[in-house]
């Protein structure tokens, strides 16, 4: 398996534009997460998905974000618009919550805001 | 709510040392603990993780974690840290399984492991 894949790896936009991170959970797998992480504030939830479906977005920062799960291979997280105090590393994980416990993480996307 | 610290923001080992990297944890109910690792420009990697049984957990790279249910811990070691060590690691809990929402894991900040040559 390719584990999770998240495009594109790298993103620099100027404030004000609108940006879309993607990401593709390991087949089969039926729960997707998106963190963020900062130097700041650490590893933080944004979202997460059962499903499909939204289960709790409590961490998503304020309206500008936004996630969607079409389906069980793809999920977005857009920023619109953007801000410079978004920069940071966007990681997506996914986990089969009937056999394992431990999400399996992409390599991120580091997204910078000018 | 669940949480976790990890009391250190940076640990230094000589190389061929043993290493502890602690983390504390605050749960309802019996924890399921994780450890992960972050190489530089990477995302977390699966160490270990406890979930029930035998207190002392078995990893990848030769780690180990000792779960303590008195002392709510559940630190990481290695008895001989190898320069190649040298990374960010994260602990994590969640509670057990309570409902469609159990299964986010709240983070540590994170420890910053040093193996000097």
């Known amino acids: 398996d390719a584990g999770v894949i998240q495009s594109p790896r790298h993103e620099v936009t100027e404030m004000g534009q609108e940006v879309t991170l993607r990401c593709k959970p390991i087949s089969g797998h039926n729960s997707l997460f998106w963190y963020r992480q900062t130097m700041m504030r650490g590893l933080e939830l944004l979202i997460y998905?059962?499903?499909?479906?939204?289960?709790?977005d409590s961490g998503m920062p304020e309206d500008r974000f936004s996630a969607k799960m079409p389906n069980a291979s793809f999920s977005t997280l857009k920023i619109q618009p953007s801000e410079p105090r978004d920069s940071a590393v966007y990681f997506c994980a996914s986990i089969f919550r009937q056999s394992g416990n431990e999400q399996f993480f992409g390599p991120g996307t580091r997204l910078t805001v000018l | 709510a669940q949480s976790v610290a990890q009391p250190e923001d940076q640990v230094n080992v000589a190389e061929g040392n043993p290493l502890t990297v602690k983390c504390t944890y605050s749960?309802?109910?019996?924890?399921?603990l994780f450890w992960y690792v972050q190489y530089p420009n990477r995302g977390l990697q699966f160490l270990l993780k406890y979930i029930t049984g035998d207190n002392l957990v078995k990893g990848s790279y030769g780690f180990e974690a000792e779960f303590n249910k008195s002392q709510t811990s559940f630190h990481l070691k290695k008895p001989s840290a190898l320069v190649s060590d040298s990374a960010l690691y994260f602990c994590a809990v969640r509670p057990p399984y309570s409902g469609a929402g159990s299964y986010q894991l709240t983070f540590g900040k994170g420890t910053k492991l040093s193996v000097i040559p």
């Open positions: 749960v309802s109910g019996n924890p399921y």
């Open positions: 998905f059962n499903n499909n479906v939204p289960i709790d």
